[in-house]
Each structure stands twice: as C-alpha cells, then as structure tokens.
C-alpha cells in the first residue's frame, strides 16, 4: 500500500486488496485509519496504536519501521451475517523521499503471518515440520519482497516516463510536493517543488488558474478544462500559448477535508491548432459551397446582368464613336470662332464691341469645356500623365474650391501622412475634383460641410472579385464626401451615364460624373459611390499609385508671348480652320504654307523650300496619315520641326490613352496666346538641338594650298582663345545631344563641369562636392529647373543660377531665384559665355 504523508491512501496492489477483501473503490483516497477503523478485531485498540506509532515514527525520522505483529479481523459474508477471522499481519513501512530528502509518500509492505502464530502452537509437537513451513514461507516473503520493489520502482517510473504532466500541490497556497517530468517540461521550470503556485508560476496571473485551484480546494469538487489556453513564461520573459486538457483532482483526508490538489493533464496544442485549421478550411469550404450554390441559383440573373452589361457596352462604344467624331467637328467650329473673334480682339476699336467679343470668346470656351467633357466620357482624349502628389494638388486648389462652392460650404481637406504619388493627369485630376466638388454643393443646396480626403488604399482580391472592372494593386484613394440629400439606388445605377441628371432643366449638362468615370477608366483606375438618401454622398476616386518621384512642373502660362519670323507649314484639310489659323500665325509674324492633305505637304517639302516648323492637324483625309506625314517630312527635312494639332485624337499619336512620347499636342480649340507659346517653344528646342547635332559633327580638314619650292612657310592666323573661367558648374539639362553639346561649350571656357539629368540627380550632385554655377534647364522631368534652382540656393547661398529653355518665363525664373542670368535656346557659345561672365562676378 503507498500512503501519502497524510496517512491518505493513494495505491494497493491487487494482493492487498484480496488479503483485506476490500475493492480499490472502497479505500483509495481515504485516511488508513479510516478504511481500517477498530472493532472486533482490535477490542483494546491496541493495534491501532501500535501502527499509529510506527508511521508517525517514520513521518517524524524518515526511517524505515517494522511492526513485527498485528492482529486483523477479516469480516466474511455468511447467510447469517459477517463473521470475522482472526489473522495476523506483519508491516514493515519505508518512507520515499525527494531529492531533497523531503517525505513524499510510505510505502507499506504487508505479509500475513497468521499461519507462523498456528504453527507456533505446533512447534513442540513436529518440529521438524514447522521449519520446513517456516522456511517455505520465508521464500514466499521474499518473493513478495522482490515483486512488491518492482511495482514500486515501475509507479515512479511510469509517472516520470509518463506523456501527460501531473503534479500534487499541498494546501491552500497550492505548494507543490511531486512533479513530474512533463509538468516540469511544459512550465520550462523544473525546481518547482517547495514553491507556491503563484510564486513558480507568476505568469499565470489574470488566466484563472489560480482561481480555479482555490475553487477545487474549497469546495472539495474536482474540475475538468478541455483545449484551454494558457500563456506561458520563456527564460527571456516573453510569453507562448499552449492549449491543455486538465483534471483539478481534490485530495480528500479520512474526516472529508481536503488537503491538496492533485493535477493531471495533457498538452494538445498541436491538436488545437490543427483543428483550429481544419476549422477554418472547413469554413472557407461552406462559404465556396454557400457562394457556388447562391452563384448556381442566381445563373440566369447573371445571364440577364451580363446581358445587359453588354448591351450597355455597346451602346456606351457606339456614343463613344459618336461623340469622338461629334467632338472633332465641333472642335473645328469652336477653332474657327476663337480664331476669328482673337483677330477681331486685336483690331476693335469700341468698347461695346469688346464686351461683345469678350462675352462670344467665353460661350466658346463653355463649348470647348462641353466638348472635353464628352471626349472624357467616351475616353478619346489624349492624357498626359505625370506623377502627382494629391496632398499638394488640394492645398494648390483650396482656395479656387472655396471660391467656387460660397462661403456657405464648409470645406474640410484630410491629406494622409505618408500619401504615395500617382500616375495621372493633373489637369484633368483637377476638373475631376471641381466637378465632384459643384456636383456636392448643388446636393447641399448651397449649403453644408464638404470634405476632401487622400489616402493610399489596397484594392485586394476579394474585393476585385466583386468589382471586376479593376484590377488588384496599390492606388491613391480620393474621396469627396458632401452632407446633401443622398441618392437612392436608382439613382446610383445611373449617375454615371451621359446627359442623366437629377436637376432641374437648365441647372446641368449631365456630363460631369460621366466625365469623372471616362477619366478614372482611361487612367486605368476605379470609381465608386456610396450614398442614402438624407445621409450625404461619398464619390472615391481609386487612381494607379507610381513609385516615380513628383513630376512638379512650371505653369508657362503667364509666359510672355514671343512672336517670330520662320516659315510654318500648316496642314489642315478644313478650309475655314486653315485659314482662321494661317491668320493668327501670320499675325504672330510668321511665314506661313499651306497645304490640304498629306500628299499636298509633301509635294511642298520635296519641292525644297525652307520649312522650320510642320504644324498639321492629326485627323486628315487620304493615304498619308498624320504621324506618316511627320516621319517622312522629317527625313526630307531633318532640322525641321513638329507639332500636331486635333479636337479628337483616334489611335494616331495617343496609345492606351495616353500620348504617345516626344510628341508635341495642341488641342482644339486654342487661343492665339496658347498657339504662340506652343510653337515658340517647339522651334526654340528643335533650334538648341539641331546646332548641338552641328557643333558635335567633326569638321573636316582644309584641303592645303600648293607653294612655290623657295616660298617661305605661311603664316597661320591666330585667333586667342577665350578668357578661362575657371568656374565649377553643375549642368542639368535631360536632351543628352544638347547636354553634351552644352558641356563642350562650358569646357572650352576652362569650367569644371558636372553634368546631371533631372532635379534629383543634381541635389545629390549638390551634395556630394561645391559648386561655383547651376546651369539648368526650366522644363525637366520631376522637379521644374525653378524648383531645383529654389533649392539649391537655400541649402547654398554662395551659389550663382543661370537658367536655360526654349520657352520659359523669365519673371518667374527671376522671382525665383533673384539676380539669376537667363539665356534662350537656341542659344550658341557667345550666349552662353556673356551669361556664365555675368553669373561669375554677381552684383
């Protein structure tokens, strides 16, 4: 039998049982003293006594004790009751010990001598056979001697080599007195046993366990947990879940009490997590069933939706068509009236005809406005890209939106920290946004708070599933919430169709959120509503995010007006519009061709004549299209330029939507001003880099003079070089021809010259090394040259700026950066010097 410290029995072996004719259910768990209480067998009580004193000698010594007799009455069912037989025990009691040689259980090793008393009685009657029963029975003592050892050291070697953990825990504050391996393991502490719960194991604090243990001890109740999580301590003090089955065991003494707890358990964390797993593809299994049979159920209303999808494709091509071919002639009349009313601008002498004029010139840009709004619906117009910032384009636009919307509407504007740049067009952006925001004002009626957000958004797979008009990625979200009236369903179905409006006659065109969806679409990005009735309206915007830095370009136009005297050849097969625009290129001062159709112009360009710049329109009729014309003028005529001119441009010059690179656009309808700086800035570029072509070209040797035998050497004319700067200047220029050509031209100054191509390369250049000069073009890539330039002489002041371009605003450039020289292109080494002079000896 092993008994606890308490006296409380904790196992017997099957022989004990037989012996005392008790089952395991009986005894197990109770105090010794109260399985075996006295009675007849034990009137005196002499017994009990005897064994009490033996145990609490080997509780108080930790010494093994024998009692050598005890007399025992076993109780025998019989039809007329219990009658008890009289035998008798010898005990011997061996206390187990911990590593610490603290009592941990008393193993009680019985033999049943009663047939040693009977044959005591005998002894002087046969003697002989008294030994040999005495010695048969030594035999069988020894036997059970050696079998009982091995069941002991087979208990402990089970409840180490065991899977699950247990352990007992010792009164009300739960200190542990056995541990075994596994408990040890799961904890990550082995040196628990003396300690408290809450001192071993602090980690458990605020998980209920220790609430759970105090439960058990006090109410004497055992309590089972199953896949219970608990988070556990690691030596570098950070915590791991583990999942556990458990029994909270209560120890129960011979008068009920309890004494401790006993915890036995398993770790099923592997099983949790894979049943948690199993869960969840189970899940996703139901909702793939459940969405596969409402997609089954709801076939033919696809059907029905893909049809009229389709139907509504078609028709949104064919009145794409239409309003392309509709915005090209429209476009044509709006040419001819600007034209014509710009010339009568200039000539006018009385103030009533200059209202007039003024008023016609507006409905013509209304016109202008209605014929852009219908090419952005249909995506036919010609975008041209950059990479913007939305977060500096709202705050550029806060005061035209509040201009536009009263003092009524409360603007709010909420720019997100980190906001990634996108690839978009930011005039159109811009209408987008006014569109959106007048759109919101008159669903306030005049009045209500309007706000403006910009954030970075992540269209996922799940999402695109449900939208199949995108496609997953990263965009820059624009949201334009108002607090008006809300839409209904219906309402939203159709918002974006062309000419529906939901106000009155005469209050709107019906284009501005058709203009809105064709935009967003032809930049490959998403749209989207979301609206009540009386909650308001939220429209977002979803455009392509782009990892390209901020293309910050320099408004030409508040640029002065050049005029010019080459030779233009223009190309237009509209006869009113030929001559509206040959007019104001002559008024200008230039000298201008004409021509009808291709063939015509390069009848004229075969012929000979000098021609600087080719200006045509893109849509033409006959064999020779636009983009052919530009490439075969260009080959007759390399030094000449181009510039094309269209209200709707097709696919001839404008790919995916967007035009296509190195090609130079004028829309129609332009006033004389935008037509003057357009080919103004064409020729000055094509100029710089023809005569950079030309001063890179190596110039071939002179043939040598004969001389006469006896003449003397002759003398070479020496021309002095000039005067060597010395000045270390960075260049930046994006043309490589006009760069490198540039960089000669400085080089044979004497400077030390650091080329870059675009604003960012050069503040790194900036950077790195010193510098006497910036020389920079206005028009790069990314950061304007007026940025650049800005920069730079904030972060050095000592620096001297010339600024170069073909077409630039010399006050702007000027306001810049003060005192900053200014050449034009094309410009050749005796500009380029008298500017580098004047940069060298500032002031």
Same mark, same amino acid.
């Given at each position: 039998?092993?008994?606890?410290?308490?006296?409380?029995?904790?196992?017997?072996?099957?022989?004990?049982?037989?012996?005392?004719?008790?089952?395991?259910?009986?005894?197990?768990?109770?105090?010794?003293?109260?399985?075996?209480?006295?009675?007849?067998?034990?009137?005196?009580?002499?017994?009990?006594?005897?064994?009490?004193?033996?145990?609490?000698?080997?509780?108080?010594?930790?010494?093994?004790?024998?009692?050598?007799?005890?007399?025992?009455?076993?109780?025998?069912?019989?039809?007329?009751?219990?009658?008890?037989?009289?035998?008798?025990?010898?005990?011997?009691?061996?206390?187990?010990?911990?590593?610490?040689?603290?009592?941990?259980?008393?193993?009680?090793?019985?033999?049943?001598?009663?047939?040693? @008393?009977?044959?005591? @009685?005998? /002894?002087?009657?046969?003697?002989?056979?008294?030994? +040999?029963?005495?010695?048969?029975?030594?035999?069988?003592?020894?036997?059970?001697?050696?079998?009982?050892?091995?069941?002991?050291?087979?208990?402990?070697?089970?409840?180490? @080599?065991?899977?699950?953990?247990?352990?007992?825990?010792?009164?009300?504050?739960?200190?542990?007195?056995?541990?075994?391996?596994?408990?040890?393991?799961?904890?990550?502490?082995?040196?628990?046993?003396?300690?408290?719960?809450?001192?071993?194991?602090?980690?458990?604090?605020?998980?209920?366990?220790?609430?759970?243990?105090?439960?058990?001890?006090?109410?004497?109740?055992?309590?089972?947990?199953?896949?219970?999580?608990?988070?556990?301590?690691?030596?570098?003090?950070?915590?791991?879940?583990?999942?556990?089955?458990?029994?909270?065991?209560?120890?129960?003494?011979?008068?009920?009490?309890?004494?401790?707890?006993?915890?036995?358990?398993?770790?099923?964390?592997?099983?949790?997590?894979?049943?948690?797993?199993?869960?969840?593809?189970?899940?996703?299994?139901?909702?793939?069933?459940?969405?596969?049979?409402?997609?089954?159920?709801?076939?033919?209303?696809?059907?029905?939706?893909?049809?009229?999808?389709?139907?509504?494709?078609?028709?949104?091509?064919?009145?794409?068509?239409?309003?392309?071919?509709?915005?090209?002639?429209?476009?044509?009349?709006?040419?001819? /009236?600007?034209?014509?009313?710009?010339?009568?601008?200039?000539?006018?002498?009385?103030?009533?005809?200059?209202?007039?004029?003024?008023?016609?010139?507006?409905?013509?840009?209304?016109?202008?406005?209605?014929?852009?709004?219908?090419?952005?619906?249909?995506?036919?117009?010609?975008?041209?890209?950059?990479?913007?910032?939305?977060?500096?384009?709202?705050?550029?636009?806060?005061?035209?939106?509040?201009?536009?919307?009263?003092?009524?509407?409360?603007?709010?504007?909420?720019?997100?920290?980190?906001?990634?740049?996108?690839?978009?067009?930011?005039?159109?952006?811009?209408?987008?946004?006014?569109?959106?925001?007048?759109?919101?004002?008159?669903?306030?009626?005049?009045?209500?708070?309007?706000?403006?957000?910009?954030?970075?958004?992540?269209?996922?797979?799940?999402?695109?599933?449900?939208?199949?008009?995108?496609?997953? +990625?990263?965009?820059?979200?624009?949201?334009?919430?108002?607090?008006?009236?809300?839409?209904?369903?219906?309402?939203?179905?159709?918002?974006?169709?062309?000419?529906?409006?939901?106000?009155?006659?005469?209050?709107?065109?019906?284009?501005?959120?058709?203009?809105?969806?064709?935009?967003?679409?032809?930049?490959?990005?998403?749209?989207?509503?979301?609206?009540?009735?009386?909650?308001?309206?939220?429209?977002? /915007?979803?455009?392509?995010?782009?990892?390209?830095?901020?293309?910050?370009?320099?408004?030409?136009?508040?640029?002065?007006?050049?005029?010019?005297?080459?030779?233009?050849?223009?190309?237009?097969?509209?006869?009113?519009?030929?001559?509206?625009?040959?007019?104001?290129?002559?008024?200008? +001062?230039?000298?201008?061709?004409?021509?009808?159709?291709?063939?015509?112009?390069?009848?004229?360009?075969?012929?000979?004549?000098?021609?600087?710049?080719?200006?045509?329109?893109?849509?033409?009729? +006959?064999?020779?299209?636009?983009?052919?014309?530009?490439?075969?003028? @260009?080959?007759?005529?390399?030094?000449?330029?181009?510039?094309?001119?269209?209200?709707?441009?097709?696919?001839?010059?404008?790919?995916?939507?967007?035009?296509?690179?190195?090609?130079?656009?004028?829309?129609?309808?332009?006033?004389?001003?935008?037509?003057?700086?357009?080919?103004?800035?064409?020729?000055?570029?094509?100029?710089?880099?023809?005569?950079?072509?030309?001063?890179?070209?190596?110039?071939?040797?002179?043939?040598?003079?004969?001389?006469?035998?006896?003449?003397?050497?002759?003398?070479?004319?020496?021309?002095?070089?000039?005067?060597?700067?010395?000045?270390?200047?960075?260049?930046?220029?994006?043309?490589?021809?006009?760069?490198?050509?540039?960089?000669?031209?400085?080089?044979?100054?004497?400077?030390?010259?650091?080329?870059?191509?675009?604003?960012?390369?050069?503040?790194?250049?900036?950077?790195?090394?010193?510098?006497?000069?910036?020389?920079?073009?206005?028009?790069?890539?990314?950061?304007?040259?007026?940025?650049?330039?800005?920069?730079?002489?904030?972060?050095?002041?000592?620096?001297?700026?010339?600024?170069?371009?073909?077409?630039?605003?010399?006050?702007?450039?000027?306001?810049?950066?003060?005192?900053?020289?200014?050449?034009?292109?094309?410009?050749?080494?005796?500009?380029?010097?008298?500017?580098?002079?004047?940069?060298?000896?500032?002031?």
């Amino acid at each position: 039998m092993l008994l606890a410290p308490d006296l409380t029995i904790r196992w017997v072996n099957e022989a004990y049982l037989h012996a005392t004719g008790r089952t395991r259910g009986e005894i197990v768990g109770l105090g010794v003293f109260e399985a075996f209480p006295g009675g007849p067998h034990d009137p005196g009580g002499e017994g009990t006594r005897a064994l009490q004193a033996s145990l609490d000698r080997v509780r108080s010594t930790g010494q093994r004790d024998v009692l050598a007799l005890i007399r025992y009455a076993i109780p025998k069912q019989t039809p007329a009751g219990p009658v008890f037989e009289d035998r008798y025990w010898s005990a011997s009691h061996t206390p187990l010990l911990d590593a610490q040689g603290r009592l941990q259980a008393i193993l009680q090793q019985t033999d049943d001598v009663t047939e040693l @008393q009977t044959l005591k @009685q005998e /002894l002087a009657a046969t003697p002989a056979r008294v030994e +040999g029963s005495m010695f048969r029975r030594a035999q069988q003592v020894q036997a059970e001697n050696r079998q009982l050892g091995a069941e002991r050291a087979l208990l402990r070697q089970l409840l180490e @080599q065991a899977d699950a953990f247990a352990a007992f825990l010792r009164g009300p504050e739960h200190v542990y007195e056995i541990v075994n391996t596994a408990y040890a393991t799961i904890t990550g502490k082995p040196d628990l046993v003396g300690q408290p719960v809450r001192q071993a194991l602090p980690e458990l604090e605020g998980q209920g366990f220790y609430e759970l243990l105090d439960e058990v001890y006090a109410s004497g109740r055992p309590h089972h947990g199953r896949n219970v999580p608990v988070l556990l301590g690691n030596p570098d003090g950070s915590r791991r879940l583990r999942y556990v089955d458990f029994l909270n065991q209560p120890i129960l003494e011979a008068d009920g009490s309890v004494s401790g707890v006993f915890v036995l358990g398993n770790d099923v964390t592997d099983a949790v997590l894979a049943s948690q797993e199993l869960d969840r593809y189970r899940n996703q299994l139901e909702d793939i069933v459940a969405e596969r049979t409402r997609a089954l159920e709801d076939s033919e209303a696809e059907r029905r939706r893909t049809e009229a999808a389709l139907r509504q494709s078609q028709k949104m091509e064919a009145i794409g068509q239409l309003t392309g071919g509709v915005a090209h002639d429209f476009n044509n009349l709006l040419q001819i /009236l600007s034209g014509n009313l710009q010339l009568l601008q200039r000539r006018q002498r009385e103030p009533e005809d200059a209202k007039r004029i003024a008023a016609s010139l507006g409905a013509v840009d209304r016109g202008a406005k209605l014929a852009a709004q219908l090419l952005a619906f249909a995506r036919r117009q010609p975008l041209e890209p950059r990479a913007i910032n939305l977060g500096r384009m709202l705050r550029e636009m806060d005061d035209l939106l509040r201009r536009a919307l009263g003092e009524a509407i409360e603007v709010e504007t909420v720019v997100a920290g980190g906001l990634w740049n996108t690839l978009t067009d930011p005039d159109q952006v811009q209408n987008a946004i006014l569109n959106l925001a007048v759109n919101a004002r008159d669903a306030m009626g005049g009045s209500g708070r309007l706000t403006i957000e910009a954030g970075n958004a992540m269209l996922d797979d799940l999402y695109t599933l449900r939208h199949t008009d995108v496609a997953p +990625g990263q965009y820059v979200m624009l949201a334009v919430s108002d607090t008006g009236s809300g839409m209904t369903p219906e309402v939203v179905e159709k918002a974006f169709e062309p000419f529906f409006t939901t106000k009155r006659e005469g209050s709107g065109t019906g284009l501005g959120l058709s203009m809105v969806y064709g935009f967003v679409k032809q930049s490959h990005g998403h749209v989207k509503i979301y609206s009540e009735p009386g909650q308001g309206t939220t429209v977002r /915007l979803y455009l392509p995010r782009t990892t390209a830095d901020e293309d910050v370009l320099t408004d030409l136009s508040a640029a002065p007006v050049e005029n010019g005297s080459e030779t233009i050849l223009v190309v237009e097969d509209d006869p009113v519009v030929q001559n509206t625009v040959i007019d104001l290129l002559k008024d200008l +001062g230039y000298t201008v061709l004409r021509a009808s159709d291709g063939q015509s112009a390069l009848t004229l360009a075969r012929a000979g004549i000098p021609i600087d710049l080719l200006f045509t329109d893109v849509v033409m009729p +006959g064999p020779v299209r636009a983009p052919d014309l530009a490439r075969q003028v @260009q080959a007759m005529l390399p030094g000449i330029a181009v510039l094309f001119t269209s209200g709707y441009t097709e696919n001839a010059i404008v790919h995916g939507g967007r035009l296509d690179p190195g090609v130079n656009l004028l829309s129609k309808p332009y006033r004389r001003e935008d037509l003057a700086r357009k080919v103004r800035h064409t020729l000055n570029n094509r100029r710089q880099a023809e005569a950079a072509a030309t001063r890179a070209a190596p110039v071939p040797a002179p043939a040598p003079l004969p001389v006469a035998p006896d003449a003397p050497p002759p003398q070479q004319q020496q021309h002095p070089p000039p005067a060597r700067l010395g000045l270390r200047v960075l260049l930046v220029e994006d043309d490589p021809l006009i760069q490198m050509d540039c960089e000669d031209m400085l080089a044979a100054l004497g400077c030390r010259v650091i080329a870059a191509r675009d604003g960012r390369a050069a503040l790194r250049e900036l950077g790195r090394g010193s510098f006497d000069v910036l020389f920079t073009d206005i028009g790069l890539p990314g950061i304007s040259g007026l940025e650049l330039a800005r920069q730079a002489v904030l972060d050095h002041p000592a620096l001297q700026v010339v600024f170069a371009s073909g077409f630039g605003p010399r006050d702007e450039a000027r306001q810049a950066v003060p005192g900053a020289q200014f050449v034009t292109k094309p410009y050749g080494p005796a500009e380029l010097e008298a500017a580098m002079r004047r940069a060298a000896r500032p002031g």
